[in-house]
């Protein structure tokens, strides 16, 4: 029991560092960014052709990041920038867009085969704790975990991250203490591109990469800030780990042909019974 629960956390951590960088958007634009599954798709093939191109792992994962630090910064100034001023909507409709036209792009790209990235550690199980975990998803929980503790301390513990949640707090009062509300929602959507293309290049050594494989991750990712709570970073990383081990339980215990369906039933049952979800913050349109 233990020993799935570590492998479904492995795979809650990739949902997790996607729906962060949801809700990081969320709070800084109050608009919804439905292209992230795409962001982790495209961190995917990033890392698959730096060492296509051959780059060694050391060199290509760094590479895909910087990538995707750019595409981010791209989809902000071209997507998001022109629309900041028009109702939350027309950002949504066009990150819908953004979706499918990297998901063409890719299928252009790299055609419609599933393809395969060179495993990064050997496929021998280590033993944690008296449990036997594959060395990929000890990484990823690993990694998922300082990702996490550097992005408190960038928070919490700097003047960028205190000018970063003043601007996701309230940008116009940011911007009369001094703050560049601009620069503050261009690097959050740096940061959360980057959240997303790491989850893509943790997942691409263990399963095979598509332009497809980011509408089953968007998918869970908004599954699991619904249960920890809309607008709550901690509700985000709990909810991903929440939908992760479920996953894994029902596969093992019940079948792998209804994890989808009990994922999306956990949902709606949310919604229904704690539609605040467990972190129970509210989410109000700013005046």
């Not at 998922?144 to 960038?154: E, M």
């Not at 919604?271 to 509210?282: K, Y």
Request: charged share 10%; net charge positive.
């Amino acid at each position: 029991m233990a020993q799935f629960l570590l492998s479904g956390m492995a795979m809650g951590c990739i949902y997790a560092l996607v729906a962060l960088g949801f809700v990081l958007i969320f709070n800084a634009t109050q608009g919804l960014n439905f292209a992230q599954g795409e962001f982790v798709m495209l961190g995917a093939f990033a890392l698959y052709a730096g060492l296509n191109a051959g780059a060694p792992y050391w060199l290509a994962i760094p590479i895909a990041l910087l990538f995707m630090a750019v595409l981010g910064f791209a989809f902000q100034r071209l997507v998001f920038y022109p629309l900041r001023e028009r109702s939350w909507i027309f950002f949504v409709i066009a990150t819908i867009g953004f979706s499918i036209f990297a998901r063409n792009a890719a299928l252009l790209i790299w055609g419609p085969n599933t393809l395969q990235v060179p495993a990064l550690f050997s496929e021998a199980s280590i033993r944690i704790a008296g449990l036997m975990l594959a060395p990929a998803k000890a990484a990823i929980i690993l990694i998922t975990a300082i990702v996490l503790a550097l992005q408190y301390a960038l928070f919490f513990h700097t003047d960028l991250g205190r000018r970063l949640r003043a601007t996701a707090q309230n940008s116009e009062m940011a911007q009369l203490l001094g703050v560049r509300p601009g620069r503050m929602i261009a690097l959050t959507f740096i940061l959360s591109a980057m959240l997303a293309g790491l989850a893509g290049i943790l997942v691409a050594p263990i399963f095979f990469i598509d332009p497809q494989m980011g509408g089953s991750v968007i998918l869970k990712a908004f599954i699991a800030i619904i249960i920890g709570g809309f607008g709550s970073i901690p509700g985000a990383v709990v909810g991903g780990l929440i939908v992760g081990v479920l996953e894994i339980l029902v596969a093992v215990y019940v079948s792998s042909v209804y994890k989808d369906a009990i994922s999306f039933a956990v949902l709606m049952l949310f919604l229904v019974a704690c539609p605040r979800g467990l972190f129970g913050e509210a989410v109000a349109e700013r005046v």
